[in-house]
């Protein structure tokens, strides 16, 4: 994909035609078996509040939101009739199923590819337009903040084997943005490697392609336990959130 040069940092809004996938088929085994997304928070699912950013974005054509197979096959109306661009696809198993099943349900003439964790309901409409610039000049994007903690490697007895310096580690969140070619070919052969993934970016990586951070906060957190959506409420009632 060729494009103009610019700051690698610029949004690039309206500039690229945008596909988002949302992994949101997780178990919510930490949730006491509750769909995590579909919880509300401040009286909205939390699913919704993870997409608006991205609905907002004039360059987002399509959403694919990956959910278990029952909510799959039979969606509830606060998510397809929000938005036409909305549409959902049977996840996996794993997030990296649910993520290869979204992307194989985007058009293949998007230029930019986004994946989103559907519970994290607070990332700001900035990082999303800076992972998504960066992608459609031709790397990753991703969302992350630096790391504050000393970081220990250990062993599978927890003996400690090494202390990474802390100066180059970070956090990494999402979304985490891509050129769409790039993606596919990532997560294509990841699938026909067998191998295992976390993290998009990673996958992205071991095909060669350059991954660029973006720096989040804290804000942007991932909802897996309870105490997660509390804090979450505080940080809206503070005007901390969206």
């Known amino acids: 994909m060729s494009r103009p040069p610019g700051d690698p940092s610029n949004s690039g809004e309206g500039e690229f035609t945008v596909g988002v996938v949302v992994p949101a088929a997780g178990s919510g085994r930490r949730m006491g078996g509750l769909a995590k997304s579909f919880l509300e928070l401040s009286g909205e699912p939390i699913l919704m509040r993870a997409l608006r ?16 197979t029952p909510d799959a096959e039979s969606p509830p109306a606060w998510l397809i009739e929000s938005d036409q661009r909305i549409r959902v696809a049977v996840g996996g198993k794993t997030r990296r199923d649910s993520v290869w099943a979204g992307l194989q349900a985007l058009s293949g003439t998007l230029d930019v590819a986004v994946i989103h964790d559907g519970v994290r309901p607070l990332v700001s409409g900035d990082v999303v337009d800076r992972c998504i610039g960066l992608a459609g000049r031709g790397v990753g994007g991703v969302a992350g903040v630096p790391a504050v903690d000393t970081i220990k490697e250990v062993d599978g007895d927890l003996r400690v084997l090494a202390t990474p310096n802390r100066s180059r580690l970070w956090h990494a969140q999402t979304p985490q943005a891509f050129p769409l070619e790039l993606i596919m070919d990532a997560y294509h052969r990841a699938f026909k490697e067998d191998v295992p993934a976390t993290d998009d970016a990673s996958l992205v990586e071991r095909v060669g392609g350059q991954v660029v951070m973006v720096e989040s906060s804290g804000k942007n957190l991932k909802i897996t336990r309870p105490e997660d959506l509390d804090l979450a409420e505080l940080m809206l009632s503070r005007g901390d959130g969206r």
């Not at 959403?63 to 278990?68: D, Y």
């Open 53 to 68: 950013p991205f609905l907002k974005h004039s360059g987002v054509r399509e959403v694919v939101v990956s959910l278990p």
